[in-house]
């Protein structure tokens, strides 16, 4: 608080209340100090870079056990539809008979018959020497150690069977990706290729 003096010859002096000190006439108190404000976005910033992750998102890869599983789903499926389209087929065509045959939980074979005459037979198992985990189609009585195709499970984007044997050019390749199916696409995969000696 400033207050104002008379001195003895009139004139008048300011002095600050309490501190014992006269200021001179007409000097004004300095400015408080200021402290450097900080920019607007730079808090911001310094928030959103702490709250990014350090590590980017690790992606995590099905086991062998979800390998092996997803295999044999496949396999299972590729065997039901083949045993429900032979008993179709049947019903359908008064001059076809059919033949399923599960020679083991791993294996099992499907042959079609017109006016009594083999037209096509195969034979698809899991296992084998291509690996526990592929699926493996061969025409005729063909033994477990080859093949006409084989299903491998591949993990690029999910878990998928791929085709390791496929030219691209039946009209089932054509129309779908043999190197991405899952156990449907797989069943018609194999199918297609059982059914293609009926057409000619």
């Known amino acids: ?15 600050l209340s309490g501190s014992g000190r006269n200021l001179p006439n007409g000097l004004d108190f300095p400015a408080p100090l200021q ?4 920019k607007a976005g730079s808090r911001r910033a310094e928030t959103s870079s702490a ?11 099905p086991s062998e056990l979800d390998v ?6 496949g396999f299972e499926t590729i065997r039901n539809v083949f045993r429900n389209r032979l008993e179709q087929a049947e019903l359908e065509e008064s001059r076809i008979a059919t033949e ?9 074979r499907a042959e079609i018959f017109v006016d009594g005459k083999s037209e096509s037979e195969c034979r ?9 985990d592929s699926i493996s189609y061969g025409h005729g009585h063909m033994s477990s150690n080859s093949a006409d195709e ?5 993990n690029d984007g999910g878990l998928a069977l791929s085709a390791t044997m496929s ?24 199918w297609s290729i059982f059914t293609e000696r009926l057409r000619c």
């Open 124 to 132: 698809i198992s899991l296992g084998n020497m291509f690996g526990p």
């Open 1 to 15: 608080m400033i207050k104002a003096r008379t001195r003895p010859d009139g004139s008048c002096s300011s002095a």
């Open 51 to 61: 709250r990014l992750p350090v590590l980017p998102t690790l992606k995590s890869k």
């Open 35 to 38: 402290r450097p404000r900080r």
């Open 150 to 154: 084989i299903l491998s499970p591949t």
């Open 167 to 190: 030219m691209g050019l039946s009209t089932f390749e054509k129309t779908t990706n043999v190197k991405r199916m899952n156990p449907d696409e797989a069943a018609d995969y194999f």
């Open 68 to 73: 092996r599983r997803f295999a044999k789903q």
């Open 100 to 108: 399923f045959t599960e020679v083991t939980a791993t294996d099992f």
